[in-house]
């Protein structure tokens, strides 16, 4: 879960200003949490309340989504999605935008096998963004989460990733020059977790996710939530990040951290 917030938090003031280096202030006086970071925790709070009493996780998604995504109107939702959370009926829209994959880190992080991984995150996937690449997108990064938990190395991560999900063919040297800001499944995504699978550490992540420029603060946050998982989260970057979050996201934080515990390493 923290993974993501961090990514968040170090692509957020490259969102519109994309950094082409990788040499930068990662917790920066500018950054600050975005849509990512809410809808995170929201899933977070929905995968908690149905694996505590097995309630409707689909009606939960919707639920918290709405319920804690009000309390931010400017954090930067897309315009169809700001509707759905202001909606008194939401209703899935065909959306294959990035938020699909940004959100799912708690979904990985919380099952008990891949297939209840998978459940879940069709499940609070869906019930916005429905179309079968918004699927696809949160599908591989919830498989490379819970891949990087069991132990898999990054080539056998990798390998799995191309075989089941996206051709990824490229390297982040190649595309850095051209790729530009893009907020689907099928362009983010690819991008994010080549990051992950280039990187050397936690913190290289973060610098090669933003390097790439595009939608910094999300596809960050994706290559991220897969990097902790393998590398774990040193302890000051935890520190940090949870100081910028108001007190209603670090209680969610906390609730779920005491369930399912973090990956956070001293260093």
């Known amino acids: 879960m923290i993974g993501a917030i961090i990514g968040d938090i170090a692509g957020s003031r490259f969102e519109f ?4 280096s990788k040499d930068f202030e990662i917790f920066h006086k500018n950054s600050f949490f975005t ?7 929201a899933v977070a709070k ?10 409707d996780l689909l009606a939960n998604a919707v639920k918290y989504m709405q319920e804690i995504g009000r309390h931010y109107p400017n954090c930067g ?27 799912v880190s708690a979904c990985a992080f919380a099952a008990d096998s891949r297939e209840e991984a998978i459940e879940m995150s069709d499940r609070v996937t869906a019930v916005s963004h ?5 699927i696809k997108g ?15 190395s990054i080539p056998e991560i990798k390998k799995f990733i191309c075989e089941n999900y996206y051709n990824i063919d490229f390297s982040i040297d190649e595309i850095r020059g051209f790729y ?22 936690f913190e290289d992540t973060i610098r090669t996710a933003v390097s790439v420029g595009g939608d910094s603060d999300t596809l960050t946050a994706i290559a991220c939530s897969v990097a902790e998982a393998y590398y774990g989260v040193p302890q000051f970057m935890y520190d940090f990040a949870y100081e910028y979050l108001d007190s209603r996201l670090k209680g969610l934080l906390e609730e779920f951290d005491k369930v399912y515990g973090n990956n956070v390493i001293e260093e």
């Open 77 to 103: 939702y897309g315009v169809r999605f700001f509707g759905w959370i202001y909606s008194a009926n939401p209703k899935p829209y065909e959306s294959f935008g990035n938020g699909a994959a940004m959100r």
């Open 17 to 20: 200003h994309n950094h082409r």
């Open 180 to 201: 530009l800001f893009n907020e689907t499944c099928q362009d983010t995504v690819p991008q994010a977790l080549e990051a992950f699978f280039e990187s050397e550490s």
């Open 35 to 41: 849509d990512d970071t809410i809808m995170s925790l």
């Open 138 to 152: 949160a599908r591989a990064v919830t498989d490379a989460i819970w891949l990087a938990r069991q132990g898999k």
């Open 46 to 55: 929905a995968v908690l309340e149905y694996k505590k009493n097995k309630s």
């Open 130 to 134: 429905d179309h079968v690449e918004g």
